[in-house]
Structures are given as structure tokens and as C-alpha cells.
């Protein structure tokens, strides 16, 4: 579909109550939320203006059927459907294509308004595209089904909150739409049109600043492309002498034959730019293109022209750069490309964009290369350094307190440690040492007693190990509790896991509506708590308390932050008693 | 009867580090005293010589101030008979290398610099195991012993640390990265605990590096402890059945204040975790994003990911 029909289509019609009826003559206009027909007899009473949002669906003939092409839209109201004729099978098709979009668009906009009604929080207007996304995603993953039903139609989170978090999943799909930006076709322009789309503006920035300069006032634009044409034709006869004497003659011409200025210079800007401790001879001695029967020509033909005729000399490695830069470069013009009037300045408009930051790089960047390592200052980063300390700096402030949360039985050993100098310690180490030395190894280092037990031991061990935990090391206790048990501690695993995410990053409260949903979200939590409480009882209470723990500690650690945050923000706003922005 | 040839290639040769904790503050008030402790091991590294021919052991003295390589069996001269000597000839080596190692790391030792927790360098012994692994595969074609350094490189290296000293959180992330460069490798990390509780660090060694942690309830029968758990070569161990920790204390230290927690916030750009909520992360000074840090439980997030 072009652009200019998704506004609005006017085709000749004719409009039937029923198929079987000859038909009123007329015509069909649509826009974007009606269509309206007008039949070709004023004085005829069957005009019609009905909105899209009464229609609920349409039907047409297929193509190559013997019917005529016909559309059928079938209205809400019991009975009613409006039947037109078209002339021709694609003007039914655009209606078709057309009416489907306004259908799509109302039923939308009819969904949101009415789940506005519902909702005082402010929801992201979707596409049915992204609905169907959604369901689909649903659908696909009960998890994600459960979770939504649980917390989405329940009210703790709304529909743009949870979906928030999945981001990815939503983006991973939807890459239907093109993002990017459509460029030129790389396609030479050795015989395209004066100016289909810019592509000869870009490429010759000489021939647009002519083009600018001359056309209205000077010459038309027929004029205009004819001297362009007649300047390619002369390149293509490679004669550099019969170039230079047209250059000669005509002004206007010589514009299209001289090498172009302005790429030029920009190369020269180009070249300024490359580092400056690259020695361009140096590589220049590398290759060989300069050396004579080396290189491609345009057009395949290699001559050696006259230094004096040099500028009118195009090689087709130049012609492919530039082609490439501008291809790279790709499209900044917007707008109508139908007229090369408006994609000139167009053009120039993207173009003129100051350029002060690149200057202030360049100079930026010889600096940076020139100075040597050991001789310059030490620079400024403007981001924020990666401050990795010693990790001993963490850690030796607060040695005592590690102390502490060790096994409370050590304490004894500690305090009975910290009792003895290093150099009692090293040397009854010492000591210990040279009485092995001299009395040597012993017969028995082990007594008969203790290895048995301790064997028998090491057997009992393995084989209850083996008994509760069975063949598989990596099992864990969930696997040995009831399927039922087991599922339901992981659906409350993922609850948890959702609820914590949206509340811890709800901090800092910033806004109402970010402590009203912070508030929500406790309600929830606290609800599952209990609920954790509940399977804590059952048959399994020692495995599952095990399991249950973590999730209360992680629930417990939330709510005294949200107690301590709450307590907070009260003191705050008793501070200050007109403050509560 | 096996030949030679299958004998050289054979899976159940290896090659085992020891890193014996030698921190003087240990031992000097353990229940089972260095002199007794010292004979279980000997005889245990005799043990393994003996298993099989190509076997090799390295000892690591893990001190207070530094770590040193003590033994090793390959460059062992094992001239002179034992007749007439009151122990084998590389026992009294070992015990020589280990007298002079322990005066030396006494001698690091600064006057007042020992405060409150008296943990052994681990992760330092632990990167020395590490880079003498690597060493052997570096070295192997290298030098000229091909057949001997053959039979190593069929091995399947083994650390065996044999700790006393409880865990030093500051140590924590060094030894992590051990853990984790070892997981790598391929190398199963034992560990047997001498300490009177159990060591979070070794728990975590062992778990990770596949490895049998073991905390033994008799230190008098230490030696049937390490023969009848950890003499086992790497290849024999998937016909047996070693004892398995039943849990595993996953928790880690905190950036800020080396404890020991078991719930704390995670930095969401570098990882880094702390007790408390904090305005910016010490480590990569990321501010924003800090008002994002989750609190967690590892034990739960680990069980349930692993």
C-alpha cells in the first residue's frame, strides 16, 4: 500500500442491498474512522456516512471467481450490511487492505478506552500486534501464566508493570518491524535518471551545489540534467583532450568535468584526520598501483593522459569509493524525493550540521597521538573510574566482627590462641618437628580401635548418605519431598522472586504511586508468607523449613526494609510539615 | 597381569599436592598436636608413593606469612639406604625442607601485625598448586624426561588440602578465583579439616572442584581417614563411593566488612556483595544502579541453579 492511500481512498462504486440487486451507482470515500458514499444521483436517497467502529466485519470475492469484485461489511446492528461493487479487483483490494487496518485500529482503541475505565494507573497504549504478543508468550509458558494470573488479575501489579520486567521476551519477538533506516542501494549510477532519489546529489555534492545555484535563476532543471548527461557522456569517451577543450568552452560544463571540488576537499580533510604517525609514503612505496599498467581505469580502458588534463580524469576506484562513503553514509533526507527541488535542499539541510566537535576531536586526537607515553600528564577520565581497592581494605576494618559470627564453640580456642606470643607458637611448631625427628616414625600410627571405628564409621556414613540422598550426588532435598509439595514450593519460589524484583526496584520511593504499589506488593508478600507457614506443617516440616528458611529470611529482610524506609519518610515529612512534595 | 606399556598409561596414576597447614597458632592449641599429626601424613604420602610407581607428590607448606613448595617426589634423590635410620630417607628430607620453611615464614613474621583471627595463607597455597599443574603441562615436552613426564600428564592432578586454621574471609575472593581456575582445570580440590568447626571455604573448594570434603571425627585415626578417603586416584573414584558432604555452607563474605552473611545485596553491575544497603558500590562505584541491589540468599539461588 502507498502512503498516500493509508489516509484516505476514493473509488468508484456500486453500492447493493443485496447481492441479486442491480446497485446505486457512486462513490466510496474512507478515511480513517468512516466511510461515506455518495451516489452519482443527487437526488438519490441511499447516501451513506457510517463509522468503522459499527462495522464488525467484512467479507470480499476472490480474485478469479466469476463474481464481480465485491466487498461486504457487515455492521453490529442486526442485519445490516452494506455491499459495494468495484470496478476492478485491485481497487477492491485497497478497500479491502484498507478497511481491515480501520477495523484493527477501532477494536484497539474500544479495548484501551475500556480498560481505562477500570484502571486509574496510567497504561501504555498496545498495538494488537504486541497483545497478540503477549498472549502468545502466556500461552506458551505457563509459569509466566500463573504469575500473571496471580499477580496481574489479582491487582498487585498491572498489566504494564509485569511486563515491564520481561522486556527481552517481548523484544525477541518483535522484530517484524523493519528498524532500520533504509539506505541507498548500492547500485552505481552510471545511467539512472537525473534524480530518482538524492543519489546523484549525494554522490556529486559539485552537481547539487550547482543544482542549487543555478536552476531557477539561470537555467531550467531539463537544462540542467541535459549538461549533466552531456558531461557523463564526455567522461565515458575517456578523450581527456576533447574533455578539456568543452571544459574550455562551456563554464556551465566544465562544473560536471572538473574533478569535484567539494569531495575533494573533504578527502583532504579526510586524510588530515588519519594519524599522523602513519607514514602514508612509506605505505605508498608498499603498493603498486602507481606504477605504470597498474590500477583499473573507469570502464576498463587504461590510458595515461597529460598531467595538464588531470583533472578531468575520474577513475572508477574513485568513482566506487565515493559510491561506497555514500552508501555508508545513508539517506538523512526525509520527505518528498519526487522533486529534486526539495531533495536538494533537503540535502543541504543535512548537511549543514556544525561541525565545531569534529575540529575540537581532530585536535584532540593529534595531541593524544604526538605526546609521548612517559612525558605526558596524566589524563582526566570525565567517567567515573572502576575503583577496585585492595580487598584486604574491605575487609581488615572490621576483623573482630568475623570473629564473632564464627562457631560460638571456638571462642575458647581463640581467647586461648590469642593468649600465646608468636614465639611460643613457632616454636613448640619447631619443637614438634624435631621430636619427630629424632624419635622417627612409629610402628603403629594408627591404634587397631580407632581405624575400625573410624572405618566403621566412614561405611555407615556413605551408605546413609547413599540411603537419603540415593545414587544421584547432586540431588537435592526438593527432589525427595512429593511432586505436589515440591511444586508448589517453587511456584512460591517464582512468586517470591517476582515480588522482590518489582519491590526492590521500586527504592527509592520517589512518587504516590510508587509507595501505593510498594504497599501492594507487601500485601502480596506477606500473603505468601503465611502461606509458607502453612506448608512448613505438613508431613515433610524438617525438609521443607530447610527450603522454606531462605524465603522467609529474603521476605523478612523486605519487610524491615519497607518498616525502616516507612519510619524514614514519616520523620521526614514531620521535618518538614509543608515538604511533602 | 598388566605390561608395562598399559602399565605407563594406565589411568590410575596421579599426581597429588598436599597443603599442609603450618600455622603455629593452630596447632599449638589443637587437640591433636603437630607431633602426632605429622606421622599420619607421612606415612600416608608413603602410601601413595607406594600405590604405584609413577605417582608423584608435591607438598605446600600453607604458613601464616608465605607459602613454599617442601617436597617432591620427583626430584627426590632417594639415594642411601634407610638401614640403620630411624626414618625413610625422604621423611627426614620433607621434615628438613619443612624446619626451614617454618624459621623463615617466623622470620616474615612483624612484631604486632598479628591481630584477632589467625587464618594460613590458603589461597596462596591453593594458586601454587594451581601453577604447578600448569607448570607440568608447560614443561612436559620441554625437558628431557618424556616417558616419566608422560605417565604425569596421564595423571589427573589432585589437591589435598589438609587444614586446621579456620577460614579468612579476607581472603575470600582470592580463593574463590582459585576455586573457580581449579574448576577449570579440571582439578577436584580434597579437603580434610582439622579445625573444631567446619570450614565454609573448603566446604565450597570441594563442592565446586567436585572434590570429597571430609572433617574427621577421630584426628587419633587420622591416617585411616586419608587412606581410606583420599588415597583413591581420580580414576577409581568412579567405582566408589566416597562420603558426601550433606550440606554445603554456601555463604560468602561481604565486601565491606568480611562477614560471614548468608542473605546481602548484590551489586547489579559488578556482583560485588554487601551486608548493608549502600548509597554507591565500594567496588565499581556504579551509584544509580545501586538503589537496585537485590537481596538474596546464595544457599537458595545456588541449590536451585545447580
Redesign the interface.
Known amino acids: 500500500m502507498s502512503s498516500s492511500s493509508s489516509r484516505r481512498v476514493v473509488k468508484r462504486v456500486k453500492y447493493k442491498d443485496a447481492v441479486k440487486n442491480p446497485g446505486t451507482p457512486g462513490v466510496l470515500t474512507m478515511v480513517e474512522n468512516r466511510f461515506v458514499f455518495k451516489p452519482n444521483d443527487p437526488t438519490s436517497a441511499r447516501m451513506l456516512d457510517v463509522e468503522f467502529r459499527h462495522i464488525k466485519g467484512h467479507k470480499n470475492t476472490k480474485e478469479g471467481s466469476k463474481q464481480p469484485p465485491l466487498l461486504n461489511l457487515s455492521s453490529s446492528r442486526e442485519g445490516i450490511s452494506y455491499i459495494f461493487e468495484f470496478q476492478s479487483y485491485p481497487d477492491l483490494h485497497e478497500c479491502r487492505d484498507f478497511v481491515g487496518n480501520a477495523l484493527s485500529k477501532a477494536t484497539e482503541t474500544a479495548k484501551t478506552a475500556s480498560e481505562r475505565d477500570g484502571v486509574t494507573f496510567p497504561d501504555e497504549q498496545l498495538s494488537a500486534a504486541e497483545m497478540e504478543l503477549r498472549m502468545k508468550l502466556l500461552q506458551e509458558d505457563s509459569e509466566l501464566q500463573k504469575l500473571h494470573m496471580q499477580f496481574v488479575i489479582s491487582g498487585v501489579l498491572t498489566e504494564s508493570e509485569f511486563w515491564a520486567t520481561r522486556k527481552k521476551l517481548l523484544d525477541g519477538d518483535s522484530r517484524t518491524k523493519p528498524k532500520q533506516r533504509v539506505g541507498f542501494k548500492n547500485s552505481m549510477i552510471l545511467d539512472t535518471k537525473p534524480t530518482s532519489d538524492g543519489r546523484i546529489f549525494a554522490l556529486k555534492p559539485a552537481v547539487h551545489q550547482a543544482f542549487l545555484k543555478l536552476v531557477p535563476i539561470k537555467m531550467t532543471e531539463k537544462d540542467f540534467w541535459t549538461k549533466y548527461f552531456r558531461a557523463e557522456f564526455l567522461h565515458s569517451t575517456k578523450n581527456a583532450a576533447t574533455i578539456a577543450a568543452e571544459a574550455a568552452e562551456d563554464e556551465e560544463l566544465a562544473i560536471f568535468l572538473k574533478e569535484d571540488e567539494i569531495v575533494a576537499r573533504e578527502a583532504r580533510w579526510k586524510i588530515r584526520r588519519v594519524d599522523p604517525t602513519l607514514d602514508m609514503e612509506a605505505d605508498q612505496g608498499d603498493d603498486y598501483t602507481h606504477l605504470p599498467d597498474h590500477g583499473i581505469f573507469r570502464d576498463g580502458s587504461k590510458d595515461i593522459t597529460e598531467l595538464q588534463n588531470e583533472q578531468y580524469r575520474r577513475t572508477l576506484s574513485q568513482d566506487l569509493n565515493r559510491q561506497g562513503a555514500v552508501v555508508l553514509q545513508g539517506r538523512t533526507v526525509d520527505g518528498d524525493l519526487e522533486d529534486p527541488e526539495n531533495v536538494a535542499e533537503a540535502l543541504m539541510r543535512s548537511r549543514q550540521e556544525p561541525d565545531e566537535g569534529a575540529v575540537q576531536e581532530r585536535l584532540d586526537r593529534i595531541t593524544r597521538m604526538n605526546e609521548m607515553d612517559d612525558l605526558r600528564e596524566p589524563r582526566d577520565h570525565p567517567v567515573?573510574?572502576?575503583?577496585?581497592?585492595d580487598?584486604?581494605d574491605?575487609?581488615?576494618?572490621?576483623?573482630?566482627?568475623?570473629?564473632k559470627?564464627?562457631?560460638d564453640?571456638?571462642i575458647g580456642?581463640?581467647q586461648?590462641?590469642?593468649s600465646?606470643t608468636?614465639e611460643?607458637?613457632?616454636g613448640?611448631?619447631?619443637?614438634?618437628?624435631?621430636?619427630?625427628?629424632?624419635?622417627?616414625?612409629?610402628n603403629s600410627?594408627?591404634?587397631s580401635e580407632?581405624?575400625l571405628?573410624?572405618?566403621n564409621?566412614?561405611t555407615q556414613?556413605?551408605s546413609s548418605?547413599?540411603y537419603?540422598?540415593g545414587k544421584n550426588?547432586?540431588e537435592?532435598i526438593?527432589d525427595s519431598l512429593p511432586n505436589r509439595t515440591k511444586e508448589e514450593l517453587l511456584h512460591h519460589?517464582m512468586s517470591i522472586q517476582e515480588l522482590?524484583?518489582h519491590f526492590?526496584?521500586s527504592?527509592?520511593i520517589t512518587t504516590a504511586y510508587l509507595s501505593t504499589k510498594v504497599g501492594k506488593l507487601k500485601d502480596a508478600m506477606s500473603q505468601i508468607y503465611r502461606q509458607l507457614e502453612e506448608i512448613k506443617e505438613s508431613d515433610f516440616r524438617h525438609q521443607v523449613s530447610l527450603?522454606v528458611r531462605?524465603?522467609h529470611?529474603?521476605l523478612d529482610?523486605?519487610f524491615q526494609?519497607y518498616e525502616s524506609d516507612l519510619q524514614k519518610r514519616a520523620a521526614r515529612s514531620a521535618e518538614m510539615p509543608n515538604g511533602n512534595a | 597381569m598388566a605390561s608395562a606399556a598399559s602399565k605407563l598409561y594406565a589411568d590410575d596414576v596421579s599426581l597429588l599436592m598436599v597443603l599442609l597447614d603450618?600455622n603455629?597458632?593452630?596447632?599449638?592449641?589443637s587437640n591433636l598436636?603437630?607431633?602426632k599429626f605429622?606421622?599420619?601424613v607421612?606415612?600416608f604420602l608413603n602410601s601413595i608413593l607406594l600405590l604405584n610407581q609413577l605417582n608423584q607428590v608435591v607438598v605446600i607448606a600453607t604458613g601464616y606469612n608465605s607459602c613454599s613448595y617442601i617436597y617432591d617426589s620427583s626430584s627426590d634423590s632417594n639415594q642411601g639406604s634407610d638401614h640403620g635410620?630411624?626414618?625413610p630417607a625422604r621423611?627426614?628430607n620433607l621434615?628438613q625442607k619443612?624446619?626451614e620453611f617454618?624459621?623463615k615464614?617466623?622470620q616474615l613474621?612483624k612484631?604486632g601485625s598479628?591481630?584477632?583471627?589467625?587464618s594460613s595463607l590458603l589461597s596462596g597455597s591453593l594458586s601454587m598448586a594451581l601453577c604447578f599443574d600448569e607448570q607440568i603441562y608447560r614443561g612436559f615436552f620441554d625437558q628431557g624426561h618424556f616417558i616419566l613426564n608422560l605417565a604425569v600428564t596421564m595423571h589427573a592432578m589432585q589437591i589435598l588440602c589438609l587444614q586446621g586454621s579456620?577460614d579468612g574471609?579476607?581472603q575470600?575472593?582470592?580463593i574463590m578465583n582459585s576455586i573457580f581456575s581449579a574448576q577449570r582445570s579440571m582439578v577436584p580440590i580434597d579437603s580434610c579439616y582439622m579445625?573444631?568447626?567446619?570450614s565454609a571455604f573448603l566446604q565450597q573448594a570441594s563442592y565446586i572442584t567436585g572434590g570429597v570434603y571430609l572433617k574427621?571425627?577421630?584426628p587419633?585415626?587420622?591416617?585411616?581417614?586419608l587412606s581410606?578417603?583420599f588415597a583413591t586416584d581420580l580414576h577409581s573414584r568412579a567405582f566408589l563411593?566416597?562420603?558426601?558432604s550433606?550440606g554445603v555452607d554456601f555463604r560468602a563474605?561481604c565486601?565491606?566488612?568480611?562477614?560471614?552473611i548468608?542473605?546481602g545485596y548484590i551489586c547489579s553491575v559488578c556482583l560485588s556483595i554487601f551486608c548493608k544497603?549502600h548509597k554507591k558500590c565500594?567496588?565499581?562505584?556504579?551509584?544509580k544502579l545501586l538503589?537496585?541491589?537485590?537481596?538474596?540468599?546464595f544457599?537458595?539461588v545456588r541449590?536451585?541453579t545447580?
Open positions: 567515573a573510574q572502576l575503583c577496585i581497592k580487598p584486604r574491605y575487609f581488615d576494618t572490621q576483623q573482630a566482627n568475623a570473629l559470627t564464627l562457631d564453640s571456638r580456642i581463640e586461648k590462641k590469642c600465646m608468636t611460643e607458637a613457632y613448640s611448631l619447631r619443637e614438634s618437628i624435631s621430636k619427630i625427628k629424632s624419635i622417627g616414625l612409629k600410627t594408627v591404634e580407632i581405624a571405628t573410624v572405618l564409621g566412614l556414613n556413605i548418605t547413599k537419603q540422598l550426588p547432586r537435592s526438593l519460589w522482590l524484583r526492590w526496584s527504592y527509592p527450603l531462605p524465603m529470611q529474603a529482610a523486605a526494609h | 603450618t603455629p597458632f593452630f596447632w599449638s592449641s598436636p603437630f607431633s605429622l606421622p599420619h607421612l606415612a635410620r630411624i626414618m621423611c627426614s621434615l619443612l624446619e617454618v624459621i615464614d617466623e613474621f612484631e598479628r591481630e584477632g583471627i589467625s579456620s574471609p579476607e575470600y575472593v582470592a579445625g573444631s568447626s567446619n574427621p571425627q577421630q587419633n585415626g587420622l591416617f585411616q581417614y581410606t578417603v563411593q566416597l562420603p558426601k550433606l563474605s565486601f565491606c566488612h568480611k562477614k560471614t548468608d542473605m544497603h565500594s567496588t565499581c562505584g556504579v551509584l538503589s537496585v541491589l537485590y537481596a538474596l540468599c544457599g537458595w541449590r536451585i545447580t
